[in-house]
């Protein structure tokens, strides 16, 4: 395996965090793969001449966040996104087979288990989507995207209230952040999820490697996750040979300056208007759910979820879910559709009016270089 780690020493960024972001970005965009081991702590020690406790504390801060888990005697490896379904099975009948007996072993009655059958017989495709994240922000700015890319109706859904009534998500495809799917799924075993990464398109890399050094980047946005994610990866890629600033667009009065002076102004969907009505010279769109997302969300669109059951057994034992869902049909089909070179980590997308990239960039300055300031 081949892993392509960069440290900056001179970019202010503690070695930790850029190994951890860069490990995360490896993990969510399928360098590595799921169930594939880690080099160890030593060996990768060795490789970057750093101290093997600080790559002993990245691996048990991606341990922590659910990315990787620990095999005594084995090593580290990445964990699975998800169960997978009976990968085994050479055919129809022998995944029913397989399943059956998984249901009986776990003590689900012959009554249930027909019940459970029939109610995904009448099952239908995903009627909306519905974004749960602890963050308003975060889910606010996936929606926006959706809105904007898809017919099917699109929701947030604070995790506090989906807590309180799994059932909302019933029926819908839910979207969450790959930090959040292990307890969405949790909460509602039978609801379709899909998983939204926070990932670098190769563009966006190129755009801030084409800087001259010293210019100054403004990274603005409607949500404080991204915030954090984006100062880590832009210090580790150019460390102090570029002033890299991030901002809340709720805090006008932190970025109005800010905004005219820098040379290159990265912004999401909720921002971009914000920034260019200041004056910003060159802006850079950056899309949370890149092209290679929205080809999965679309297939997703197309597969059947449970849907309202009246009936005894629409509770499944132990889910804490509950099957209840208003409305029906699907709205299966994005807007647009095209080829999309975009990596993204198990999730593929089209987008509407776009060409092949995630970023779009915009303004006084091309991507191979921008206006310089004044002295």
Known sequence: MALDIVLNRRGGVPIRDQLVTQLELAILDGTLAHGQRLPSVRSLARRLKVHHNTVSAAYQDLEENGHVELQRGSGVFVRRGGTSALPEARGLDEMIRLALHAAFRKGFSGVEIRAAVERWLAAAPPDRIVVVDPSPEMADLIVHELRQLFDVPASPCAM??????????????????????????????????????????????????????????????????????????????????????????????EWRRLVRAADLVLTDVLSTEAARK????????????????????????????????????????NSGAH??????????????????????????????????????????????????RSS
Not at 283 to 312: F, K, M, Y
Not at 352 to 359: E, L, M, N, Q, T
Request: charged share 25%.
């Open 160 to 253: 506090e209230d989906a807590v309180r009534d799994p059932s909302r998500l019933a029926g819908a495809l839910t979207l969450v952040l790959p930090y959040h799917l292990a307890a969405v799924q949790g909460l509602a075993p039978g609801v379709a999820v899909e998983v939204v990464t926070l990932e670098v398109a190769d563009e966006d890399r190129q755009a801030i490697a084409a800087l001259p050094a010293g210019s100054i980047v403004l990274f603005l946005s409607h949500s404080p996750t991204v915030l954090p994610f984006a100062s880590v990866f832009l210090r580790s890629l150019r460390g102090d040979e570029i002033l890299v600033e991030t901002r809340l667009l709720s805090e006008p009065r």
């Open 278 to 317: 200041a004056g910003a010279r060159r802006v850079r769109e950056v899309r949370v759910v890149q092209p290679a997302a929205l080809e999965r969300l679309r297939d997703a669109l197309t597969i059947v979820t449970p849907r309202r059951d009246s009936g005894p057994h629409a509770v499944a034992r």
């Open 323 to 372: 099957a209840v869902a208003k409305g029906s049909g699907s709205h299966a089909a994005a807007k647009g559709s095209g080829p999309h070179a975009v990596r993204d980590s198990g999730a593929h997308a089209v987008a509407r009016k776009s060409g092949p990239h995630a970023i779009r960039d915009s303004g006084g300055g091309q991507d191979g270089g921008s206006p310089r």
